[in-house]
C-alpha cells in the first residue's frame, strides 16, 4: 500500500469510527456539516452530521470543467443522494515550500444543494466550504520538488461544510 493510499485510509477510517451509523432526523430543516476528503484518485468520502448524519461517498465534476467554474457535486448515503452546485467564492490562496515540496491552496466555495434522491427528493439549502488540498511533490535527481507538470506523490483535500438544509 502506497504511502498516500494508507494516509487517506487511515483518515476515512478514524473519522468513520467517530460517526454514528447512517440516519436521516424527523426534523425537516436545520444545520447540516459534511466534511469530505479527496484523496488524489478516486472518489471522496462525505461524512455528515445534522438533519443527515453518517459516512458516504462523493463524487463532482470539478475537472470537467475550466478551473473557477461551477461544478456539480453529488454526496451519495445509503438513503439516497444529495445534489450540490458549487461555485468559488474568492481567489484560492496558494503556498508553496520548496524545502518540503509542499504546496497548500486554500480557498472558499458556496454550495447550493438543488435536490437529490430517495429521502433526500427535493432536498435545498446551501452552505459555505472552506476547502484545503495539501499536496507532496517528487524529488528530482538532484534533490530540487518537481514541477506542477508532474504528478504530486501525495494528494488530498478537505473540505469543511456548514449550512442549511431542508427535507420534504
Do not use: W
Amino acid at each position: 500500500m502506497t504511502i498516500k493510499k494508507f494516509a487517506a485510509a487511515a483518515i476515512v477510517g478514524g473519522l468513520a469510527l467517530m460517526t454514528s451509523p447512517n440516519q436521516v432526523l424527523a426534523e425537516t430543516s436545520g444545520t447540516q456539516r459534511f466534511t469530505v476528503l479527496i484523496p488524489a484518485e478516486g472518489p471522496g468520502t462525505v461524512i455528515a452530521t445534522g438533519l443527515v448524519t453518517g459516512v458516504g461517498s462523493e463524487v463532482d465534476t470539478r475537472e470537467q470543467v475550466p478551473p473557477g467554474s461551477p461544478f456539480q457535486a453529488t454526496y451519495t448515503f445509503p438513503e439516497g443522494q444529495l445534489f450540490a452546485t458549487v461555485a468559488a467564492a474568492g481567489r484560492p490562496q496558494i503556498e508553496f515550500n520548496p524545502v518540503s515540496c509542499v504546496t497548500t491552496i486554500n480557498l472558499v466555495d458556496t454550495a447550493t444543494i438543488t435536490g437529490g434522491t430517495g429521502a433526500f427528493e427535493g432536498a435545498s439549502g446551501s452552505s459555505t466550504d472552506t476547502v484545503r488540498v495539501i499536496s507532496v511533490a517528487g524529488r528530482g535527481d538532484g534533490g530540487r520538488c518537481l514541477g506542477p507538470e508532474h504528478p504530486p506523490i501525495f494528494e488530498l483535500g478537505i473540505i469543511r461544510s456548514e449550512g442549511t438544509l431542508t427535507l420534504p
